[in-house]
């Protein structure tokens, strides 16, 4: 099996969707969170398309691990897709809208003991003629250099697999991060909201100081607000891709959040917690229409190391 739909409410193993589609189909599960539609790739494609590339043995052979990666890439991106897989993928677009989000999720990816953020690629804005390319740049960032480094600095013996994400993008206006236990007071009873205009990959990167609120998880209270200049926004770009513009001074000095926007993040943001039983780290986005969570995973407090631990 090629494809899983992420509302399809099955139960599946971790290392046959990697942890953020995992995560992407229990989130799809719990009421009142709506996730964008979409499915997934497995990693039972990935292992098919590179049977017969010896990226294993080549990483024995090899040693170097900036070696190894460049050529294990390069054997992905070059091969063609078969026909009945691509046939099997295109398929799977059915009835969904584009442009498309294409992201990777690893075996290892977003659980409790390995978090991967970053490590590997995803893709934004993808229309359909181009979804293919990048479905296997997205296989093929599994063996980046610093996804390789990770690994071994994480003891993770095997490489394993990565599935891809393919969802309908949110257009949205704005976007942004919940972290249900404030990571820099290391605060149980506190939920952080940074939000700011556009996709959510500026406030996720850094690239824009967002608005930030301090929400009481006891009742839902805000105990502090720091509403920011938010001179730039990531936006969906003609085409393809995304790009990064800038914003005129009245919207970029204005609230992104309104009263029952924060009430809502709040909510759903309780119940993702529960629902999992630990703290989470949540991203989404909002639309004229809804909000949407595109991602939520464990969320790592200071003095954690990449495993988790202490």
Request: proline residues 3%.
């Given at each position: 099996m090629f494809t899983v739909d992420l509302d399809s409410g099955r139960k599946a193993l971790q290392s046959m969707l990697?942890?953020?589609?995992?995560?992407?189909?229990?989130?799809a599960?719990?009421?009142?969170?709506?996730?964008?539609?979409?499915?997934?790739?497995?990693?039972?494609?990935?292992?098919?398309?590179?049977?017969?590339?010896?990226?294993?043995?080549?990483?024995c052979d090899i040693g170097l691990v900036s070696e190894f990666s460049h050529k294990a890439q390069n054997a992905i991106k070059d091969k063609e897709m078969p026909f009945r897989m691509a046939h099997d993928i295109c398929m799977a677009l059915y009835g969904l809208r584009p442009p498309f989000a294409?992201?990777?999720?690893?075996?290892?990816?977003?659980?409790?003991?390995?978090?991967f953020a970053g490590q590997q690629d995803s893709y934004l804005n993808v229309q359909p003629k181009d979804?293919?390319?990048a479905?296997?740049?997205?296989?093929?960032?599994?063996?980046?250099?610093?996804?390789?480094?990770?690994?071994?600095?994480?003891d993770i013996g095997s490489i394993g697999g990565i599935a891809v994400i393919v969802q309908e993008m949110v257009?949205?206006?704005?976007?942004?991060?919940?972290?249900?236990?404030?990571?820099?007071?290391?605060?149980?009873?506190?939920?952080?909201?940074?939000a700011s205009w556009g996709l959510g990959c500026s406030?996720?990167?850094?690239?824009?100081?967002?608005?930030?609120?301090?929400?009481?998880?006891?009742?839902?209270?805000?105990?502090?607000?720091?509403?920011a200049n938010k001179r730039l926004m990531t936006v969906g770009k003609d085409g393809h891709n995304v790009e990064v513009s800038l914003v005129g001074r009245p919207i970029a000095d204005a609230p992104v959040l309104e009263e029952k926007d924060l009430?809502?993040?709040?909510?759903?943001?309780?119940?993702?917690e529960r629902h999992f039983g630990c703290a989470q780290d949540i991203e989404f986005s909002i639309d004229l229409r809804d909000i949407y969570i595109v991602q939520a995973r464990p969320l790592l407090m200071p003095g954690e190391g990449p495993n988790g631990k202490t």
């Open positions: 990697g942890g953020k589609a995992a995560n992407l189909i229990e989130l599960g719990i009421d009142g969170v709506k996730v964008p539609r979409g499915y997934c790739i497995t990693t039972d494609a990935f292992r098919s398309f590179t049977r017969d590339l010896g990226l294993t043995d080549w990483m294409v992201r990777s999720s690893a075996s290892h990816e977003d659980s409790k003991d390995h978090s979804l293919i390319p479905i296997k740049d997205c296989w093929a960032s599994l063996y980046n250099a610093h996804a390789l480094h990770y690994r071994r600095h994480s257009d949205a206006h704005s976007a942004g991060v919940i972290m249900t236990q404030d990571p820099v007071e290391g605060d149980k009873d506190t939920m952080v909201i940074d406030v996720v990167s850094g690239e824009v100081n967002p608005d930030s609120y301090n929400i009481r998880k006891r009742d839902g209270a805000i105990a502090y607000r720091s509403i009430g809502r993040l709040y909510k759903i943001a309780m119940d993702i």
